[in-house]
Nanobody, 120 residues
Framework: QVQLVESGGGVVQAGGSLRLSCTAS????????MAWFRQAPGKEREFVAR????????KYGDSVKGRFTISRDNNKNTVNLQMNSLKPEDTAVYYC?????????????WGQGTQVTVSS
């Protein structure tokens, strides 16, 4: 059974940092591009970042570019999201996603999400 499990969420002051991790199981991790999405209450799901199979190709949403960094470790089946200079508008549930295609179609698998709250 494929599982994506996020961790590292919590409460942080504006301007602070937080590191999210997602551990995958039940799939060949290196065959999947990995991504992070987020969704705040009452808002649409928003793309945050994605990383290609080998980790060489990176893409970020405009709202987080320059502040967030996505990385992966294929030996540990993990994808990380380092979040710096956090703003209250970053408050959301953050979801890890896996997709066999890089940027085509919807993700194949989703994690359950982890809450990130940025206080002002």
């Amino acid at each position: 059974q494929v599982q994506l499990v996020e961790s590292g969420g919590g409460v942080v002051q504006a301007g602070g940092s937080l590191r999210l991790s997602c551990t995958a199981s039940g799939l060949t991790f290196g065959n999947y591009a990995m991504a992070w999405f987020r969704q705040a209450p009452g808002k649409e799901r928003e793309f945050v970042a994605r990383i290609s199979w080998s980790g060489r190709g990176l893409k970020y949403g405009d709202s987080v570019k320059g502040r967030f960094t996505i990385s992966r470790d294929n030996n540990k089946n993990t994808v990380n999201l380092q979040m710096n200079s956090l703003k209250p508008e970053d408050t959301a549930v953050y979801y890890c996603a896996a997709r066999r295609q890089l940027d085509l179609g919807s993700p194949d698998y989703w994690g359950q999400g982890t809450q990130v709250t940025v206080s002002s």
